[in-house]
């Protein structure tokens, strides 16, 4: 599922090197670069995440924050600060904060931070039925096998286990990266052009018409969605 996340950041520099490191992961970046920009944004666009600076024009990362959680807003926040300003820590927390990364901060150290707030924000994950069924398509994920009208259609394997993956994401966009990770495995260097392989050969088993599906949808620029009930 790729994941939105409004970055609110007014030096040129920083919110750049934000949005390479976060986009190159997969994550679609919604940018702000003032306090009103970023209450406006936070409403409009529903991000997953805020990624918010301290220091900003018009308002602060605080007064930002407070709005938001005054408003009823429980977006995850992950707040940017200086090193060694402790007071801001405090007060961020006291407002609702969720993380806290300081300036400057390692590349690792901070994906690994929106990995565990996102982890920490999501829902209960839908688990996958045992089978499912679309008209005449049947599919037994426990024996990772698919019929059509009661006949035995040849697949790899894997391309079940795709297509579980795109079940339990609940209609939600799932990114190539993503399904790779839940695949392959996520130290697998596997090519998009693996995915989009058995995505094909998917379609060609459950579609009625492979070249207009309706089940198996892709999101250009972002990677697939499944939808039981087009």
């Known amino acids: 599922m790729t994941h939105r996340i409004l970055v609110v950041e007014d030096e040129a520099l920083m919110m750049q090197g934000l949005r390479h490191l976060l986009t190159s992961r997969g994550y679609e970046v919604i ?19 805020l ?29 940017l600060t200086s090193r060694g300003a402790e007071m801001d820590k405090v007060l961020g927390f006291q407002l609702g904060v969720d993380d806290y990364v300081t300036k400057p901060f390692s590349v690792l150290e901070l994906l ?33 096998q698919l019929r059509r009208e009661g006949q035995a259609v040849e697949l790899p394997e894997r391309a079940i286990e795709l297509l579980r993956v795109l079940v339990e994401a609940d209609g939600q966009i799932v990114t190539r ?25 998917l379609r060609q088993a459950i579609e009625a018409d492979p070249a207009m599906p309706r089940h198996i949808l892709t999101v250009h620029g972002r990677g697939y969605r499944f939808v039981r009930t087009p």
């Open 112 to 144: 690994g931070r929106v990995e565990a707030v996102l982890r920490r924000a999501a829902p209960a994950q839908v688990a996958a039925p045992e089978a499912l069924a679309l008209g005449e398509v049947e599919v037994d994920f426990q024996r990772l």
């Open 177 to 201: 990266d993503g399904l790779i990770d839940r695949v392959w495995g996520v130290d697998q260097a596997i090519g998009g052009r693996r995915v989009d392989n058995l995505v094909v050969k």
């Open 51 to 79: 990624m918010l600076d301290v220091m900003l024009p018009g308002l602060s990362g605080f007064d930002v924050l407070k709005a938001l959680r005054g408003e009823g807003n429980r977006t995850p926040v992950i707040m």
């Open 31 to 49: 940018e702000a670069v003032t306090g009103p920009e970023a209450l406006i944004k936070a409403s409009a666009a529903r991000p997953d995440l």
